[in-house]
């Protein structure tokens, strides 16, 4: 590229004298510190407080300097602060994660059961805060039952996709599309699963309101995470390191549990994220009906401005075990996007010599959980036998 030097004045312009470049100078100045004032209530309006600008979240490396300048993250310990922000700027839209205050006796109840050849499937419900019941499904492999047994099993807590029907059902086989049955199918291959039931969904609809919540996505995290106390309850389950597997609406509420309970140590997102700013082109609508997180709204035009996004929400998680199947069809969530926010988030994981820790994978097909991607999935979650009980991180 060429530079372009400044025009000449023509031989009939007039350089301005010294005197009157003053001239204008001073009368410009009530305009510019007016300008300046406009500028600065703007800037004062968006940030009120005055806290330090929102870190790029495609660079989740990134910490802040003690002089005020951002400089990558050399050890896992001073990441931790970035870390923290991240869990602060999640719940500043889905609101405060619930404190032990609400961390109530489960009474589990059995509603019903079936037999389901080399497991069983129980209909039961816990009692997830005061006030509220959660339904879920538990399936159990029948050695694990079997009296005198002191083996124990790798568990999965598996998150259905959107379905008003029969809701948390579809993991289990009992409807809705195919190839959203993984509870069974791990359950069938010797796994303890429990799948509840997503809030406002297949007649389970908890008052948010009157329960605390901002969001039905903070009160799916809770109940999901109540989930693992039931599996932590449970004399026959390998205790404290879980899978965690979703498809779509499934897929984020994996992510988003994991995120907050360390208990889950592998995580599995089928079509379920890419960052919010390319999600549907930026169009948040979708996120802020009231069982996602109705906050998101304020952020409606300017997805840029969402204080989380998902590179920082997967850096959270490292080095925990990561597999996200996006689709190269997948016309809810963009693959590409998922490969950026992916890429972005691994530099955590180099941080924590992790970096493959966390895979995607682009099968050929649309908005879909296919076999090949089950399978690999499944494969990693054989994993959870090997490991020793309680969470590494």
């Known amino acids: 590229m060429r530079d372009i030097a400044p025009a000449r004045p023509s031989g009939s312009e007039k350089e301005q004298e010294p005197a009157a470049v003053f001239s204008t100078m001073l009368r410009l100045l009530p305009l510019i510190a007016a300008t300046s004032l406009v500028a600065h209530a703007h800037?004062?309006?968006?940030?009120?407080?005055?806290?330090?600008?929102?870190?790029?979240?495609?660079?989740?490396?990134?910490?802040?300097?003690?002089?005020?300048?951002?400089?990558p993250a050399t050890t896992p310990a001073e990441w931790k602060?970035?870390?923290?922000?991240?869990?602060?700027?999640?719940?500043?839209?889905?609101?405060?994660?619930?404190?032990?205050?609400?961390?109530?006796?489960?009474?589990?109840?059995?509603?019903?059961?079936?037999?389901?050849?080399?497991?069983?499937?129980?209909?039961?419900?816990?009692?997830?805060?005061?006030?509220?019941?959660?339904?879920?499904?538990?399936?159990?492999?029948?050695?694990?039952?079997?009296?005198?047994?002191?083996?124990?099993?790798?568990?999965?807590?598996?998150?259905?996709?959107?379905?008003?029907?029969?809701?948390?059902?579809?993991?289990?086989?009992?409807?809705?599309?195919?190839?959203?049955?993984?509870?069974?199918?791990?359950?069938?291959?010797?796994?303890?699963?429990?799948?509840?039931?997503?809030?406002?969904?297949?007649?389970?609809?908890?008052?948010?309101?009157?329960?605390?919540?901002?969001?039905?996505?903070?009160?799916?995290?809770?109940?999901?995470?109540r989930a693992l106390d039931v599996l932590d309850s449970l004399p026959y389950v390998s205790r404290g390191r879980y899978g965690a597997v979703g498809h779509s609406l499934g897929g984020h509420n994996s992510i988003y549990t994991a995120v907050f309970d360390p208990r889950i140590q592998v995580v599995v997102s089928s079509c379920g994220l890419d960052s919010y700013r390319d999600y549907k082109n930026g169009d948040l609508r979708?996120?802020?009906?009231?069982?996602?997180?109705?906050?998101?709204?304020?952020?409606?035009?300017?997805?840029?401005?969402?204080?989380?996004?998902?590179?920082?929400?997967?850096?959270?998680?490292?080095?925990?075990?990561?597999?996200?199947?996006?689709?190269?069809?997948d016309s809810n969530f963009k693959w590409d996007s998922v490969d950026r926010v992916a890429a972005a988030a691994r530099d955590v994981y180099r941080l924590h010599n992790a970096a493959d820790h966390l895979q995607v994978i682009h099968p050929e097909c649309d908005h879909d959980f296919p076999n090949e991607a089950r399978e690999q999935a499944y494969k990693l979650f054989e994993t959870l036998r090997e490991a020793k009980s309680g969470p590494a991180s």
């Open 43 to 71: 800037a004062a309006a968006d940030n009120p407080l005055g806290t330090p600008a929102r870190l790029d979240p495609f660079k989740p490396l990134e910490v802040r300097a003690p002089n005020g300048s951002n400089r």
């Open 286 to 329: 979708g996120w802020t009906q009231e069982r996602y997180m109705p906050r998101m709204a304020q952020y409606l035009g300017r997805p840029q401005d969402v204080p989380f996004d998902f590179p920082e929400l997967l850096a959270v998680l490292a080095p925990r075990h990561v597999l996200i199947s996006a689709p190269m069809r």
């Open 81 to 225: 602060p970035r870390r923290l922000e991240i869990l602060k700027a999640a719940q500043s839209v889905m609101g405060p994660l619930p404190d032990a205050s609400k961390r109530c006796p489960l009474d589990v109840r059995i509603e019903d059961q079936s037999d389901e050849g080399n497991y069983i499937r129980q209909r039961i419900t816990y009692q997830s805060e005061p006030g509220s019941r959660t339904p879920a499904y538990l399936c159990v492999p029948k050695t694990a039952l079997q009296s005198g047994s002191q083996s124990t099993y790798p568990a999965v807590l598996c998150l259905h996709p959107t379905d008003n029907q029969v809701g948390y059902g579809v993991v289990v086989g009992l409807g809705g599309k195919a190839n959203r049955q993984y509870a069974s199918e791990l359950a069938a291959r010797g796994f303890v699963t429990i799948a509840p039931n997503y809030p406002h969904l297949a007649s389970y609809t908890p008052d948010l309101k009157a329960l605390g919540y901002e969001s039905g996505t903070m009160k799916a995290i809770w109940d999901n995470m």
